[in-house]
Antibody, heavy 118, light 106 residues
Framework: EVQLVESGGGLVQPGGSLRLSCAAS????????INWVRQAPGKGLEWVSY????????YYADSVKGRFTISRDNAKNSLYLQMNSLRDEDTAVYYC???????????WGQGTLVTVSS | SYEVTQLPSVSVSPGQTASITCSGD??????VCWYQQKPGQSPVLVIY???KRPSGIPERFSGSNSGNTATLTISGTQAMDEADYYC?????????FGGGTKLTVL
């Protein structure tokens, strides 16, 4: 069974940093491209970042470019999102989601809540 | 940047057909997928590659995509289908979601 489990969320002050993790199981992690998607409270879904299975190809949404860094450790079946210079508008539930062959997000984790507030 | 647009809400009576649309410039040239999200839950993929259903998704869910509009159709809508629905595509290496449509079954 495919499982994605996010962790690392919490309360952080504006300008602060946080590192999210996503632990994968039930599939050959290194063969899969993975995304981060977020959802602000009461709002819609927003794509954040993509990383290929090898880690060599990375994309970011303009809203996080230069502040967030996606990475992965295939030996640990883990995905990460380093978030720096956090803003109020980064407050959201952050999901990791596997990337299907035609760009769909086929499996999702349960999400981890990041709250940016003073 | 590329945008796709959804109506905020759609209502349907039980047993009737619900149509949820997603509009974007030349959207028919891109693959569109659809997600269902119920309150407090993670999104679930219900349609991918315009019209394909993942394993476990009921046959009453179908999709189409042509021109500037993609459509998610739910035939014989059930109360359990009440949820938020999001369309999604890719443009220039950027994932793009619609704003979501709240489907009410009443």
């Amino acid at each position: 069974e495919v499982q994605l489990v996010e962790s690392g969320g919490g309360l952080v002050q504006p300008g602060g940093s946080l590192r999210l993790s996503c632990a994968a199981s039930g599939f050959n992690f290194s063969n899969y491209n993975i995304n981060w998607v977020r959802q602000a409270p009461g709002k819609g879904l927003e794509w954040v970042s993509y990383i290929s299975g090898t880690g060599l190809t990375i994309y970011y949404a303009d809203s996080v470019k230069g502040r967030f860094t996606i990475s992965r450790d295939n030996a640990k079946n883990s995905l990460y999102l380093q978030m720096n210079s956090l803003r109020d508008e980064d407050t959201a539930v952050y999901y990791c989601a596997s990337h299907g062959t035609t760009g769909n997000f086929d499996y999702w984790g349960q999400g981890t809540l990041v709250t940016v507030s003073s | 940047s590329y945008e796709v647009t959804q109506l905020p809400s759609v209502s349907v009576s039980p047993g009737q057909t619900a149509s949820i649309t997603c509009s974007g410039d030349k959207l028919g040239n891109k693959y569109v997928c659809w997600y269902q999200q119920k309150p407090g839950q993670s999104p679930v993929l219900v349609i991918y590659q315009d019209n394909k259903r993942p394993s476990g998704i009921p046959e009453r869910f179908s999709g189409s995509n042509s021109g500037n509009t993609a459509t998610l159709t739910i035939s014989g809508t059930q109360a359990m289908d009440e949820a938020d629905y999001y369309c999604q595509a890719w443009d220039s290496n950027t994932g793009v979601f619609g704003g979501g449509t709240k489907l009410t079954v009443l």
